[in-house]
């Protein structure tokens, strides 16, 4: 992992066309502002985790439980 | 074409009925080719079965069938990904989920649909952002309200 540190305003740019800026910060919680193309999916990511794990749940379900 | 599968044993099929999804599913990446199958005469649920991994299948329904109020926004990405314009005919599924034992607490996955191009035979599991939709959506009348549908709990 590439760790940075950044103050207000300032930005981080990921390849030619993702930019990250840094809003700003109030107390614990930081604003983070991101440009990116269309087709760039942006998640937070315990949204993402939470599906994944579900998938994996999902994966237990039996035949024989489901209704006819 | 024949697979193994583990829940179905050998099952037959043709080329043109295999399901690609580009990206696989999330924590299943590798698994990029299933068949739907279906669960069983004029039932509303099918089955995804990996081509993959014969042990990796999902149970799945159209969320119309319980939820009708469902129809989440499309991340950018998703139509050029499936190659979808304002015409292409399109299938959401949602991933379900039931704990053993126990049909009247399944849940549907209304967080992360699979969005299928029907033509091309393309397909993905979307991300919805916004918060309104959860990983463990009842699909029978209980907390959440919603009604008994098609299929009924045994």
Redesign the interface.
């Known amino acids: 992992m590439l760790v940075l540190s950044r103050r207000e305003h300032q930005s981080i740019m990921i390849g030619d066309d993702i930019e990250i800026v840094v809003l700003d910060i109030r107390g614990e919680q930081v604003r983070i502002g991101i440009r990116a193309p269309k087709d760039v999916t942006i998640l937070r990511q315990e949204i993402y985790a939470q599906v994944q794990q579900q998938n994996v749940e999902a994966t237990e379900t039996r035949p024989e439980d489901v209704p006819e | 074409m024949t697979v193994e599968t583990r829940?179905?044993g050998t099952i037959e099929f043709e080329e043109e009925d295999v399901l690609l999804f580009p990206e696989g599913?999330?924590?299943?990446e590798e698994c990029t080719r299933y068949v739907v199958l279906k669960?069983?005469e004029g039932?509303p649920?099918f089955?995804l079965q990996s081509l993959d991994r014969p042990?990796?299948?999902?149970?799945v329904a159209d969320p119309a069938g319980f939820e009708p109020e469902y129809s989440p926004e499309m991340?950018?990405?998703v139509a050029?990904?499936l190659r979808l314009d304002e015409t292409t005919p399109r299938l959401v599924y949602a991933?379900?989920?039931?704990p053993?034992?126990?049909?009247e607490q399944?849940t549907a996955?209304l967080?992360?649909p699979i969005v299928v191009n029907v033509t091309e035979r393309l397909a993905c599991?979307v991300?919805v952002?916004d918060?309104e939709w959860s990983?463990?959506h009842p699909v029978f009348e209980g907390a959440g309200g919603t009604e008994p549908s098609a299929?009924?709990?045994?």
């Not at chain 2, 599913?25 to 299943?28: N, V």
């Not at chain 2, 042990?55 to 149970?59: D, I, Q, S, Y």
């Not at chain 2, 991933?95 to 039931?98: A, F, G, M, R």
């Open positions: 829940r179905f599913i999330l924590g299943f669960h069983g039932s649920f089955w042990e990796v299948a999902f149970l991340p950018p990405g050029q990904l991933i379900l989920s039931i053993h034992g126990k049909p399944m996955n967080a992360g599991q991300v952002e918060g990983t463990k299929a009924t709990a045994a």
